[in-house]
């Protein structure tokens, strides 16, 4: 991925959201990075996505766009009347988007499914889920995890975003995961972490090979690059055109890492 | 019933499009469906969240899954998964409840399914509640979509012919109105009538399915005019009787009579048997009996 494509698309994704003056932009830069690496240098043809998060639908829509998979026409109606692109993904519409994902802890067991599938049908087909750091305080993704790990799943690959800030206080303020990444390893799955924006560190997460479930928890800042870089005011509110201007200019100063 | 079920599935093992999935239930009852699924064949230990995406995963790549548990851990418990996961993107999952209305009986209420349908109907899901063994073999055959397949407990006296199945069928003759029976209930209105008089009982219709699509001409021409009497295993919120009410409204149909018996819950705040609930809330042998015999 070029230099231009990722910051053009970012922009594009910051302008999106502010013309629709959409909230959770927060978690959708802090996991940009990890979905433009994925689409543009990881993912096979066949291989399968599932949004987790499904509130950081934009980073989903526009890493789409910027391989052309959705059209300039069709990002203008986001959050808009008469849609394909709600706020959440209806898992309609568009083939990549496979299943309706908003409601936290459906994506893992989505995926397991996916990936148990593959493997019944003998297909090589690899199987990637993006989470929030968040939703791992729901149950339904330990019960997928220790699914995927009794089945050995090695096709499936669980990244998790982990900006550490939720809807109303830090992760560790709301109800804390602690060591996150001891919990997830003593499930069994094999536990990788990287910078979140690094996108060569990324990658080799991604490269990494196992025979074990792979999770790769990511270190992310959320609302990356904005006035409300950090802060739980990125996780509901929309971009005001200052804010917009701000986080723009951020971005075409961006060093891809 | 399950054994019936288990036996329909054997038949259909060798469809590799087939998938089975249980929560770790169907002890004495699966193990020749485990042997005929083979690799198709898993148990996703005990958790009902989990089996639902699993599912809709698998069937989103093309299987078409039978995901088995006891009703309530299926239908109540990852109702939000059912819902987001499977019937907004209509997949082809089979939810297969055993033990519909009060059929754990002693096990408590917690095993009970009482509003199964209405809660399933409000999702979209199709409803398939067999009434008689023999009916597995046809229902488990036609599943494109969301599905739910209540089992209970096949209850018609041995020998009683069953015309050939079909989600609406007359099993029984008489002249004394309509009785409508939801499911296994129809077996327990054939015991109850099977030796009364001809004119005494009413004509049983055994409802094996529920959706106003799937009802024959025949019994809409029958309804104006005739005693009807609705027997479900079931809660009367959104269940069959508050379904056909609605499809009369709207068809301008008025039955003479009304008569709706239907889950009451747990009106002494005492448990029992199947058959014990099932007098309490007027749908046993003896009480449709003497609901024809007693009050013609």
Redesign the interface.
Known sequence: MEKKTFIESKIFLLKMHANANAGHIGGNLSCFDSIMVLFHHHLAIHDRFVLSKGHSAGAFYIALWSLGKISDSEIETFCKDDTKLPGHP???GIPEL??????L??G???????????K??KNHRKVYCLCSDGEWQE??CW??L??AV??KLDNLTILIDQNKLQGFGTTDEVISCCDLQTRLSSFGAKVLTCDGHDHAAILRALECKTDLPKIILLNTVKGKGTLFENKLESHYLPLTPKNLEFSMAQTMRTQVP | MRKAFAEAMVEAASDPSLFFFTVDVGFMALEEVRDAFGDRFVNAGIAEQNLIGVSAGMAKEGYKVFSYSIAPFLYARPFEQIRNDICFSKLPVCLVGNGGGYAYGHMGPTHHALEDCAAMSALGVRILVPAFDEDLGEVIKGIFGPTYLRLGYDARPAGSFIPAYAPWRQVLDGQNGLLVALGPLAGVAIAALADCEFQKRPAVWAVCELGEGVVPHEFWERVPSANLHIFEEHIAEGGLGMQLSYSFLKKGIQPARFLHRHALGYPSGTYGSQEFHRKQCGLDHESIRNLFLKNP
């Open positions: 209806s898992g309609t496979m299943f309706p994902t908003g409601s802890g459906h893992p067991s989505l995926s397991a499914g996916l990936a148990l599938a593959a019944k049908q149950g339904s019960e997928a220790i699914f009794h089945q």
